[in-house]
């Protein structure tokens, strides 16, 4: 199994193609009020899907990896956006900063290298990849 896409939840559907585009996906479908999907340069999918207010979790959050977290931060909020935390290091070994989007999904830019997948505390056996 690999996972094809994830989609969240949209409340103004113009603000939200824009938020994703000023974070530097490429918007691949627009099906305006109600959805669009977005492709990250290795060509994993994410969509947007028009819901309503409470439709929205605050619990959900999606991650972004970059090369350069630092940088690219910078380089958005030279756009405009406006982060709530970060860039920081992390106690699991990750660099992160987060922002949310229009509808208040959260939004996790990142950078861990080989620590996405390989942790110190990774489970080992035979499952484990």
């Not at 824009?18 to 290795?42: C, M, N």
């Not at 949310?100 to 056996?125: K, L, M, S, T």
Request: aromatic share 10%; hydrophobic share 35%.
């Amino acid at each position: 199994m690999d996972l094809n896409q994830v989609t969240v939840p949209c409340t103004d559907y113009d603000a939200s193609v824009d938020f994703y585009k000023t974070l530097g996906l490429r918007q691949i479908v627009h099906s305006p009020p109600r959805y669009a999907r977005f492709e990250t340069p290795s060509g994993a999918t994410f969509s947007i899907h028009r819901a309503a207010a409470d439709a929205c979790s605050a619990a959900t959050v999606v991650y972004f990896e970059v090369e350069d977290l630092d940088e690219s931060v910078s380089s958005l909020r030279g756009k405009g956006l406006e982060f709530h935390s970060g860039p920081q290091d992390e106690s699991w070994l990750w660099r992160e900063a987060r922002i949310r989007d229009p509808a208040g999904n959260e939004i996790c830019i990142y950078h861990a290298g080989e620590n996405r997948r390989n942790p110190p505390w990774r489970v080992a056996g035979e499952d484990a990849e």
